[in-house]
């Protein structure tokens, strides 16, 4: 059976265009502390050395659009933004990595060594992470952090307010965790 590359090549964009999407998340908590006692967040700045490494992912723009999704999200939990003693201190982080995979392919017929071609396939790609840190606000220590990791499109480092929604919403989705 002979396979034409006309008729796989959508197959293989579909698969290529839905596993790029797919954001990791998760979190860890200090499980000694209930998280449902905790009622009113302030920010943290964001670190000037940040916004100094990375000025094309921490900008003026991409920073409204976390502060609004997180307040968005806390605020549906109950959770109010106050600067008057507040009981958490919130802080993101972004990271983006450069990272490469290998894979082996093969070309040829198995019939013997002499058809088959071996050959190692190096694919570079980009991955976010964005991290979300919750902090108690009497002694800074941290109580609650969330992340989400997702390939990025094409290396596109462009964070669309959809995008971080998207991520927030779910980084966050299951604080406060429910204790079994």
Same mark, same amino acid.
């Given at each position: 059976?002979? @396979?034409?590359?006309?008729?796989?090549?959508? %197959?293989?964009?579909?698969?290529?265009?839905?596993?790029?999407?797919?954001?990791?998340?998760?979190?860890?908590?200090?499980?000694? =502390?209930?998280? *449902?006692?905790?009622?009113?967040?302030?920010?943290?700045?964001?670190?000037?050395?940040?916004?100094?490494?990375?000025?094309?992912?921490?900008?003026?723009?991409?920073?409204?659009? %976390?502060?609004?999704?997180?307040?968005?999200?806390?605020?549906?939990?109950? =959770?109010?933004?106050?600067? !008057?003693?507040?009981?958490?201190?919130?802080?993101?982080?972004?990271? =983006?990595?450069?990272?490469?995979?290998?894979?082996?392919?093969?070309?040829?017929?198995?019939?013997?060594?002499? &058809? @088959?071609?071996?050959?190692?396939?190096?694919?570079?790609?980009?991955?976010?992470?964005?991290? %979300?840190?919750?902090?108690?606000?009497?002694?800074?220590?941290? @109580? &609650?952090?969330? &992340?989400?990791?997702? =390939?990025?499109?094409?290396?596109? %480092?462009?964070?669309?307010?959809?995008?971080?929604? !998207?991520?927030?919403?779910?980084?966050?989705?299951?604080?406060?965790? *429910?204790?079994?």
């Amino acid at each position: 059976m002979k @396979i034409n590359n006309a008729n796989f090549l959508p %197959i293989l964009v579909l698969l290529t265009v839905g596993c790029s999407e797919r954001l990791r998340v998760r979190s860890d908590y200090d499980k000694d =502390i209930n998280l *449902n006692l905790y009622k009113t967040y302030s920010w943290l700045p964001v670190k000037e050395i940040e916004s100094k490494n990375n000025p094309l992912v921490y900008n003026e723009l991409t920073d409204k659009r %976390i502060k609004r999704a997180v307040d968005a999200q806390l605020k549906s939990k109950t =959770i109010q933004n106050t600067k !008057d003693a507040p009981d958490l201190r919130v802080h993101y982080h972004i990271v =983006i990595d450069s990272k490469s995979m290998v894979r082996p392919s093969m070309y040829g017929y198995n019939y013997s060594q002499y &058809w @088959i071609r071996n050959q190692m396939d190096v694919y570079q790609y980009r991955e976010g992470t964005l991290i %979300i840190d919750l902090m108690d606000a009497n002694n800074n220590n941290l @109580i &609650w952090r969330g &992340w989400g990791t997702a =390939i990025l499109d094409n290396g596109d %480092i462009n964070l669309t307010e959809e995008k971080i929604n !998207d991520a927030v919403y779910k980084i966050l989705k299951e604080f406060p965790p *429910n204790k079994n």
